[in-house]
């Protein structure tokens, strides 16, 4: 039997609308909707997706765990479960759709399971999504770059400590669990900082300013620093 293919479909950060065209149909073609946890449907990403395509709940759903945690041995364990796992439906030649928050491109867990498939054969499209970063930057109404002016993306769980003096735009993603040093740090480097918490999603939050941005902010949280004009 023909092995199925498997996409990697982005959703964008939170609004339905933004989802891309393509998304939608890979959506409603697909055999089996992957979805990162256990219990698909209470999902952020599938919830993004069902807000467009209202044919996913008559889709075959399937859980994949991915576990958040900083052991690097657990971790790879569990992508290569996963990717068993999704193997096992794309053995049967049925298409799949893995949704991912964002884009597939950007820190996404998917990369991971994504290299144990195509290591053994499987075929893999990733479909690019709006990600956080871009659909922030918009809802604060501002550039992310203005002429040569450098981007910075970084994942903020492994930059506390280190100075954010370089020159052009800083963005600070997966910021909750440090945002008290992150603060501290982004005072320090005499940049605007403004962020978004939850973009697109119902309990979005603008922050203008540094002081404006709550300690206990959650796992969505988005900080962008530019250089003072």
């Not at 990697?8 to 990162?36: S, Y």
């Not at 994504?114 to 109404?141: C, F, K, W």
């Not at 450098?150 to 994942?155: A, I, M, Q, R, S």
């Not at 280190?162 to 740090?185: C, F, N, P, R």
């Amino acid at each position: 039997m023909k092995k199925g293919k498997i996409y990697g479909v982005g959703v964008g950060p939170g609004d339905p609308e933004l989802m891309t065209l393509k998304a939608v149909r890979l959506i409603r073609e697909a055999d089996v909707i992957a979805v990162p946890g256990e219990d698909p449907e209470r999902s952020v990403a599938y919830k993004i997706a069902a807000g467009a395509v209202t044919e996913i709940a008559e889709k075959e759903l399937l859980g994949i765990p991915m576990p958040m945690v900083k052991d690097r041995a657990l971790i790879d364990s569990a992508h290569r479960k996963d990717a068993a796992l999704l193997s096992s439906v794309l053995d049967q030649g049925k298409s799949v759709v893995y949704l991912t928050l964002g884009d597939p491109t950007l820190y996404c867990t998917f990369t991971y399971v994504q290299h144990y498939l195509e290591a053994n054969g499987y075929t893999v499209d990733l479909v690019p999504g709006i990600s956080s970063v871009m659909a922030a930057a918009a809802r604060l109404g501002i550039p992310l770059t203005e002429w040569d002016e450098p981007l910075h993306v970084l994942p903020a769980v492994h930059k506390t400590g280190e100075a954010m003096d370089g020159q052009g735009t800083y963005v600070l993603m997966k910021s909750a669990s440090h945002m008290i040093d992150l603060k501290e740090m982004l005072r320090a480097s005499g940049k605007d900082v403004q962020a978004v918490l939850n973009c697109g999603m119902e309990n979005e939050t603008v922050c203008r300013s540094l002081d404006e941005i709550p300690d206990d902010a959650g796992y969505f949280a988005l900080l962008i620093a530019k250089d003072r004009k």
